[in-house]
């Protein structure tokens, strides 16, 4: 196969990701939780968590499968190095979110070791991600409204670039 027919088979598969690519979101969960995501590129995000159990969590360029699913509708799927599973599901013009996290049992039963910038600890979690137990696995599905919503330019180091104990007061609740 040639690189050219490479690149229209993988698109066929994806859709057009123009769409999402470069898109940087806050979103609020029913729950009280509230996330922050950044589409670095076609395969890859980044993250934080802003309140919730996972407070203090964030990754940079982690590899992702984005697809499109119909005009302003992407799913997006990930697994952490910690061997948590993400799909979140975004409704841009809807401004909705709706995600299904499956997580191995030793991130509930100890979440503190991963609540820092996920590439800078690889080691220490990947340690305990073998150790383990991984099952059972919890299921969590929950839906939200996307609060913020901004476009960026690919590759922006500087949209998640710190914790976010050291983001400006307000900075979760900010609209737009």
């Known amino acids: 196969m040639s690189a050219q027919q490479s690149a229209i088979t993988a ?3 994806t859709g057009d990701l123009s769409g999402i690519v470069g898109k940087h ?3 609020a969960y029913e729950n009280g939780w509230i996330y922050e995501l950044y589409v670095r590129g076609p395969q890859t995000i980044e993250s934080r968590c802003l309140m919730g159990p996972m407070f203090g969590r964030w990754s940079k360029n982690q590899a992702a ?3 499109q699913l119909d005009d302003d509708l992407y799913k ?3 697994v952490e190095s910690t061997g948590t599973t993400v799909v979140l599901i975004v409704w841009l013009g809807d401004r909705r979110v709706h995600t ?3 997580y191995p049992q030793w991130m ?6 991963t609540l820092t910038c996920c590439e800078d600890n690889l080691d220490a979690i990947i340690a305990a991600r073998d150790k383990g137990p991984t099952y ?3 299921l969590v599905a929950s839906s939200g409204r996307i ?3 901004e476009s960026r330019e690919l590759d922006d180091d500087t949209v998640i670039d710190c914790p976010p104990q050291k983001l400006p007061l307000g900075y979760a609740a900010r609209t737009n």
Do not use: G, R
């Open 11 to 13: 698109s066929a598969l």
């Open 76 to 78: 997006i799927a990930w």
């Open 147 to 149: 609060t913020f919503l």
């Open 25 to 27: 979101l806050i979103y």
């Open 108 to 113: 509930l039963d100890y979440p503190e070791s």
């Open 136 to 138: 059972p696995l919890t």
């Open 100 to 102: 299904t996290i499956s």
């Open 65 to 67: 499968k984005l697809v």
